[in-house]
């Protein structure tokens, strides 16, 4: 059975379409017909065979001299991987496993491919577009889709980045890259659902793992951290189904964990305020929604909070002044 490999969880965030003039505005500017070019060569398809007989394929991003980045889920229990380059498969000899954080790189010898030029992850700010490169479905050409990013969550010496820009299934291992076309973020997952949001492992691990061993393909794998239970989850993670399904005391509960955790965290006070908020904490969250700006001045849910708040304050002053004229 083909499979398809783009990683799915039960994992829902909203966010925001509510424009705040105060905010920075970041103009988009589609790339140039030339940088799409260039980009699309370094993303090259996977086709997978398993110990099982079954078939699957993803995406992967030129990262060196004869070494390519994908999911480690594309690659899991593969007894043979081919990397396409101009329709010539390229079989890949050994592997450099990241299971926790879901990137292996992959040794492809005699690859002719440009190789992509690093990023930085960390260096990403909300509101900024990105642009993905992958092979979704059983496409043979490149896929590109455009966004900005929408999230950015503290994890292992990096950020875990979360964008608008779609991906379909077998888009996973492709790359995310900036506006300059550096590569800053590799495809991984995404939750269920029609309002889908969209995950990318960021390049500081994969800079990381470059440095590692290689190892024979088909070793025993582990799971990443996504899949991990839900109280073993990142906190971006067990955030979203109370947040999601308005059970606010469980939000106010995982939230102070996070909070009291990564302090430093914009995205851990927003959604502590966001529980305060709800149970009518409006003092504490209006305090929250500000320490939330603090740390991430274009955090626009947080924006359209506040503007709530105000508005609810301003509608109070009126009552109270109106009841004022009348007891006069």
Not at 49 to 54: L, W
Not at 86 to 95: K, R
Request: overall charge negative; proline content about 4%; aromatic content about 10%.
């Amino acid at each position: 059975m083909m499979k398809h490999y783009l990683r799915v969880f039960n994992l829902v965030i909203l966010s925001s379409t509510f424009f705040i003039g105060c905010l920075t505005n970041h103009v988009w500017a589609m790339p140039a017909d030339e940088m799409v070019r260039e980009l699309n060569a370094q993303v090259l398809r996977v086709q997978v065979k398993h110990n099982n007989g079954s078939h699957g394929f993803g995406s992967a991003v030129v990262i060196a001299k004869d070494q390519v980045v994908t999911n480690c889920h594309v690659v899991t229990d593969a007894r043979d991987v081919e990397v396409m380059v101009n329709g010539v498969a390229h079989v890949a000899t050994a592997i450099k496993p990241d299971w926790h954080h879901d990137l292996c790189v992959l040794t492809v010898e005699h690859l002719d491919a440009p190789i992509a030029k690093m990023g930085a992850s960390e260096n990403l700010k909300y509101e900024t577009a990105v642009f993905t490169v992958g092979y979704p479905d059983k496409a043979t050409e490149p896929v590109n889709t455009f966004g900005v990013v929408k999230g950015m969550f503290p994890m292992d010496d990096s950020v875990v980045i979360r964008a608008t820009s779609p991906f379909r299934l077998g888009a996973s291992g492709g790359g995310v890259f900036d506006e300059s076309g550096t590569l800053v973020g590799i495809i991984t997952l995404k939750s269920r659902g029609n309002q889908a949001q969209y995950f990318y492992m960021p390049v500081e691990w994969v800079q990381a793992l470059m440095n590692r061993p290689a190892q024979v393909l088909g070793m025993k794998s582990e799971k990443p951290f996504w899949a991990a239970s839900e109280e073993k989850r990142p906190y971006f993670m067990q955030v979203v189904q109370p947040f999601v399904s308005k059970d606010w005391k469980s939000l106010l509960t995982v939230s102070k964990a996070w909070v009291a955790t990564e302090p430093d965290a914009a995205e851990s006070w927003f959604y502590l305020a966001a529980a305060e908020y709800e149970t009518k904490a409006y003092d504490k969250a209006e305090d929250h929604f500000k320490k939330a700006l603090s740390l991430n001045s274009e955090h626009r849910q947080a924006i359209e909070y506040l503007n709530k708040i105000a508005e609810k304050t301003a509608r109070a002053n009126v009552a109270l002044n109106q009841l004022a004229l009348l007891t006069d």
